[in-house]
């Protein structure tokens, strides 16, 4: 309970707009955490906000605050966002901001301040004339000058058809999409059913040949993009630098200044007209500025539910020594901090593998006894999962040397796992989503093979079974809904074609379509076959309970799923039913 008590008088606690107008009576320094209700305050940050009060505050100019962006009238652009934000009050106006945990930085400025604040007192300098920090919404235009009269977000949704699904463009449209700062909100892959196609594609229905282009959007698997128009793209700028005259102008700025000398205002193009103009729009279609949230709820349920939930997926590695003697303590901690470890492999680094994971280190005295410990023996390599996990597993791991997290964070993992024999964070994390994505497919490398959901599930179960699917960390790589046809069932079926009961399951194909499917993830093969459970539904309830066959499968022949037995049955499957499908790495599939 002491903790508890220090914890509450070290931050004061700002929930209303009431609260935040008479924090800002403060004199002196008041530093704030803005935090979002789903996510708390910065943690890691207490501990050195403990030890500056400690240090600084005999005069009583420093004080520390946490504040609830979502109830705070003046914190509204603020919201939905997942980084943590550090603004800086003195007497009243704010004049100076950070975002992240970066407690070096932090540190830094509040001595900054406090050291102002101090000289100021005993009149040995004038107060400088701070440029004050204005919030502005992110998602307005200039005063009064809204685009749109009503205050819903608008959105764009667009459809990227089989054809571009099939031939690997997927990636390439979505970061042309977001190069052109517009915002993926939510996304989904599905095989879109014929009402789908229709209602979205109504003003086509007229068309003499809508008929073909419904069983074409209906023959593969398409993306669905939920698109924001985004901000407009603004210059960076060095927030622990905010108030130097001497702040550098980016290129940008002179042009808009030239811009502004012209009394131009730059109109920015539509979703549409962009896709156009990269000639996307024979891959992708687009229904634009949709206010009705009902006609997004058609292609993604629960759209409301999901769109401020950001979902990241990152590499972490604990280096040998870590791995052989706290292995535990540490998935222990992770697990507690809510993030779920969806693949973990030991691997034995090479020396180039180690070099490349040890780069920012390769100056320093340690760097050859560091590669050395990096080779002699496993490291532990996981893919991790939660909302916003790659800020939260910097904010836990902490800096990248023992030194630093020990005077600043000495709760994060750096600290607390410290190794005698190196200097350097025991863990290792990705520095951004993007190096995130190589990294694990470089530890991970993704093994493609095929699935199906046979005629007898419903619907509704079907959705269930494709939840469960994207739940174990597979890919849906491409999807067909077929009626198998005994030509079509030998394609998916050739193990088993010269059996006496191959005219048993030819009949319960024929009772109605199947759902053919390519899945990939690392180890896709086994992990398939274990998710899948043992043949007969039966058995599977009683030894694999959660798996697809226990729950929804009738008998052996009406046992929900099919899936390939090994490797080579995986590749010849996926050759016969999806003929233009190449794998990316077929060396390791």
């Not at 008479?22 to 910065?42: F, H, R, S």
């Not at 100076?96 to 509040?110: C, D, E, F, R, Y």
């Not at 999806?578 to 794998?583: C, I, S």
Request: with cysteine; hydrophobic share 40%.
């Amino acid at each position: 309970m002491a903790s508890k008590k220090r914890e509450i008088q070290l931050q004061a606690a700002i929930n209303n707009q009431s609260l935040w107008e008479e924090m800002l009576q403060n004199k002196g320094l008041t530093v704030i955490d803005v935090y979002q209700a789903w996510c708390g305050p910065c943690k890691a940050m207490q501990t050195l906000f403990r030890k500056l009060k400690n240090e600084l505050n005999e005069d009583e100019i420093l004080h520390f605050a946490v504040a609830e962006a979502d109830s705070i009238v003046t914190l509204q652009p603020f919201r939905d966002k997942c980084e943590p934000v550090f603004l800086f009050s003195v007497n009243g106006k704010i004049v100076a901001k950070i975002k992240g945990a970066n407690a070096p930085l932090v540190s830094q400025k509040i001595i900054t301040l406090i050291n102002e604040e101090r000289k100021i007192a005993a009149g040995e300098m004038v107060r400088p004339q701070y440029h004050e920090i204005v919030f502005v919404d992110s998602d307005s235009e200039d005063a009064g000058e809204a685009s749109y009269e009503s205050v819903d977000q608008l959105y764009s949704i667009a459809i990227i058809k089989p054809n571009a699904v099939i031939a690997r463009k997927v990636q390439e449209i979505k970061e042309k999409i977001i190069d052109a700062e517009f915002v993926i909100e939510a996304e989904d892959k599905k095989l879109l059913t014929e009402e789908q196609v229709r209602y979205f594609y109504s003003r086509r229905a007229d068309q003499p040949d809508f008929e073909d282009f419904v069983s074409f959007m209906t023959s593969g698997l398409s993306y669905i993009l939920v698109v924001s128009q985004g901000k407009e793209k603004q210059p960076s700028w060095d927030e622990s630098e905010s108030n130097s005259e001497t702040e550098s102008k980016e290129p940008w700025d002179d042009h808009q200044e030239t811009a502004k000398s012209l009394g131009m205002k730059q109109k920015r193009e539509s979703f549409q007209e962009y896709l156009e103009r990269q000639q996307i729009s024979q891959f992708c279609d687009a229904e634009e500025n949709i206010s009705n949230t009902k006609f997004i709820d058609v292609f993604i349920p629960h759209f409301k539910k999901i769109k401020g939930i950001k979902l990241e997926k990152i590499l972490a590695l604990l280096r040998p020594a870590l791995f052989n003697e706290r292995k535990e303590d540490v998935l222990n901690i992770i697990q507690d901090e809510g993030f779920k470890i969806l693949m973990q492999r030991q691997i034995v680094l090479s020396e180039e593998e180690a070099k490349t994971l040890c780069m920012e280190y390769e100056n320093k005295d340690y760097f050859g006894n560091l590669i050395e410990n990096m080779t002699s023996g496993p490291s532990l390599a996981l893919v991790l999962v939660r909302e916003n996990g790659l800020g939260h597993w910097k904010q836990l791991i902490g800096p990248s040397t023992v030194e630093e997290a020990k005077e600043y964070l000495p709760d994060s993992l750096c600290a607390q796992f410290a190794m005698e024999s190196l200097p350097i964070n025991q863990l290792y994390g990705s520095d951004s989503l993007e190096a995130a994505e190589r990294d694990i497919r470089y530890f991970f490398p993704p093994q493609h093979t095929a699935a199906l959901i046979k005629p007898h599930v419903t619907q509704e179960q079907r959705e269930d079974i494709l939840t469960l699917i994207k739940e174990a960390g597979f890919d849906i790589t491409q999807m067909k809904e077929r009626l198998l046809t005994e030509e079509e069932a030998d394609k998916v079926y050739f193990k088993i074609k010269g059996k006496d009961f191959y005219k048993d399951v030819l009949e319960v194909l024929s009772e109605g379509p199947s759902l053919v499917m390519i899945l990939t993830k690392w180890n896709a093969i086994s992990d398939w076959r274990r998710l899948m459970g043992p043949v007969d539904p039966e058995e599977a309830r009683l030894l694999s309970p959660d798996s697809i066959r226990a729950q929804f499968g009738r008998s052996i022949l009406k046992n929900a799923v099919h899936g390939a037995s090994n490797m080579q049955e995986a590749v010849e499957t996926i050759n016969r039913v999806f003929e233009d499908f190449v794998a990316e790495n077929p060396e390791k599939n």
